[in-house]
Nanobody
Framework: QVQLVESGGGLVQAGGSLRLSCAAS????????MAWSRQAPGKEREFVAA????????YMADSVKGRFTISRDSAKKTVYLQMNSLKSEDTALYYC???????????WGQGTQVTVSS
């Protein structure tokens, strides 16, 4: 089994920044990818970003390009989401996922709340 633990969420003013982290443990295998998705109240879960833990491939949703950056530390089995220039519409529960590109989804974390005040 695989466990994913997210951290780094919180309350921030519009225009501010936050950095999310997600650490994986358990049987991840040697070839896998990790991703972030988010779900705002009353809306469906949407993809945010994904990254290979083995090479340089990354995928970003158009809505966050230029503001968010996904990165990884493969040795620590950890993925990060640096979020800059936050907007109120970024408010959501952010989930970490592990699986295969382009949309890793085999395992999910419990989520970390990001709230952006305007």
């Amino acid at each position: 089994q695989v466990q994913l633990v997210e951290s780094g969420g919180g309350l921030v003013q519009a225009g501010g920044s936050l950095r999310l982290s997600c650490a994986a443990s358990g049987r991840t295998g040697s070839v896998y990818s990790m991703a972030w998705s988010r779900q705002a109240p009353g809306k469906e879960r949407e993809f945010v970003a994904a990254i290979s833990m083995n090479d340089e491939r990354t995928y970003m949703a158009d809505s966050v390009k230029g503001r968010f950056t996904i990165s990884r530390d493969s040795a620590k089995k950890t993925v990060y989401l640096q979020m800059n220039s936050l907007k109120s519409e970024d408010t959501a529960l952010y989930y970490c996922a592990l699986g295969l590109l382009p949309r890793p989804s085999a395992y999910w974390g419990q989520g970390t709340q990001v709230t952006v005040s305007s």
